[in-house]
């Protein structure tokens, strides 16, 4: 579900500042800004925690998204 995160908090702050009135200048900084700190301390979190001694696939997020033709949503991060 983490590197889930990294797409989504993203695309969440993107989507409330495309609902709100551009005279929200003031609020448009602030969502951005706390959606991209949030985005760096994951990626932080991330970096710390790769262990580069096993290698491989690590973080592994799979599930079954369109099962009928044998689609899947895949995430995982390599050395």
């Known amino acids: 579900m983490i590197l889930s995160l990294t797409i989504l908090i993203p695309l969440g702050g993107a ?22 700190l949030l985005c760096l301390l994951i990626s932080l979190y991330l970096c710390l ?21 044998g689609a899947s949503y895949y995430l995982a991060i390599d050395g």
Do not use: C
């Open 15 to 36: 989507f409330l500042i495309m609902l709100m009135k551009p005279e929200w200048r003031r609020e448009i900084k602030i969502i951005s800004a706390v959606s991209g």
């Open 49 to 69: 925690k790769y262990d580069i001694t096993k290698g491989g696939l690590q973080f592994v997020e799979m599930r079954p998204w369109i099962p009928s033709l």
